[in-house]
């Protein structure tokens, strides 16, 4: 394990090339050229939080809200299915309306029709209704940090804290959950020192899945006018990420893929091995906007799909339609 001052010094060098190389024989290693598939479904943007980075944020009346019915989100899984995505994830902001029930019965009836994983991707909520999902069938939860400062996460998640997110990552891994958690880099005030510290909290952490993409403003948000993350940043926390944490599935994030047309190919050259393409429907696929640029791509899910596994296999990647999950890291949460 590298310390959080050698973590900085490796953000702060002049050159990442050496790092990159590094990561990418972890990589290698651990994974060769295979590249995991997550297909995301993105079945609501209603939220009754208001975090200062999102576009879904409630107080932002410029978004014409949406949720999909059961139905709809199992025709997403089954094109995820048939598009060769070894997992789906569920993925919504947090519908203060939500009923949990609609979440279990989706998640039975995906495991009726098929036995690929499901991740859950659902924000905050209590530990009940965690073990209930988890008792439904559930098998990954994700549940990004965003960051461990906790002056800057208090600012951008209002209400929240880093003790409240930690203890609900605790409680997912004890209730039998392969857990991701993650970061935004480049959010306003982050400092390097900062995010090493971030990096280095991350890695101690048991996690199944670690997830690093850059901010990236949303105009409709009171960080609009910000300036994005550093995509450079990005690749060198998800390079650091890899050699720190072996056999975790890290993502070549599609915020890479926002700022730079080839940005989940140098996300993998960064040492990560999934992509979490959109199985969203068209037609709503454009309103899940939590940040310009997601969801951007033109065309039909299976010809986005299929453009990405086409840039994977043109960059040297084998896309997977594997389960792809993590070895076990740790029994229970190390001391935190
Ligand atoms: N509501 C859930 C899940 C949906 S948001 C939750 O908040 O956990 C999914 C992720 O989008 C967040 O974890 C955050 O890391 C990312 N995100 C939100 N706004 C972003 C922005 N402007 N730039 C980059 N990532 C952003
Ligand atoms: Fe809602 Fe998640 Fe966006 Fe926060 S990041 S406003 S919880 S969707």
């Known amino acids: 394990m590298m310390t959080p001052q050698e973590i900085l010094e490796a953000l702060e060098a002049e050159n990442a090339q050496s790092l990159f190389v590094h990561a990418r024989l972890v990589r290698d290693s651990v994974f060769g050229k295979e590249v995991f598939q997550r297909g995301v479904v993105e079945f609501s943007n209603n939220c009754r939080k208001n975090c200062h980075y999102c576009g879904l944020r409630c107080s932002n009346a410029n978004l014409e809200r949406f949720a999909l019915t059961k139905d709809e989100i199992l025709s997403a899984v089954n094109m995820a299915v048939e598009c060769g995505l070894g997992t789906v994830v569920l993925q ?139 995509v450079e940043e990005s690749l060198r926390a998800t390079a650091l990420l890899r050699i720190m944490n072996q056999g975790v599935n890290i993502p070549a994030t599609s915020a890479l893929d926002a700022l730079l047309p080839n940005g989940r190919e140098q996300g993998l050259e960064a040492g990560a091995n999934v992509v979490m393409p959109s199985v969203t429907p068209e037609s709503v696929r454009y309103e899940y906007s939590i940040y310009p640029g997601k969801n951007s791509s033109a065309g039909t899910v299976p010809e986005s799909v299929s453009n990405l596994q086409q840039r994977l296999k043109a960059a040297g990647y084998q896309p997977s339609s594997a389960r792809g999950g993590s070895p076990d890291r740790a029994a229970k949460f190390k001391d935190i």
Not at 105 to 133: A, F, M, N, Q, S
Not at 221 to 228: E, N, P, V, Y
């Open 92 to 230: 919504s902001g947090e519908d203060a309306d939500l009923d949990p029930r609609f979440i279990g019965d989706t998640i039975e009836c995906i495991k009726e029709l098929t036995d690929i994983p499901v991740t859950l991707c659902l924000g905050d909520h209590d530990r009940d209704i965690y073990k209930y999902w988890r008792a439904c069938g559930a098998d990954r939860y994700l549940l990004k940090m965003e960051t461990f400062d906790r002056e800057l996460h208090a600012r951008f998640r209002p209400g929240q804290s880093v003790a409240g997110r930690l203890s609900r990552l605790e409680m997912l891994c004890n209730l039998g959950y392969e857990t991701g958690s993650g970061l935004i880099t480049g959010l306003p005030g982050m400092t390097p020192e900062i995010l090493a510290h971030d990096l280095y909290r991350l890695s101690e952490l048991p996690l199944g899945m670690i997830a690093v993409g850059p901010f990236i403003p949303h105009p409709d948000t009171s960080l609009g006018r910000s300036r994005s993350g550093c």
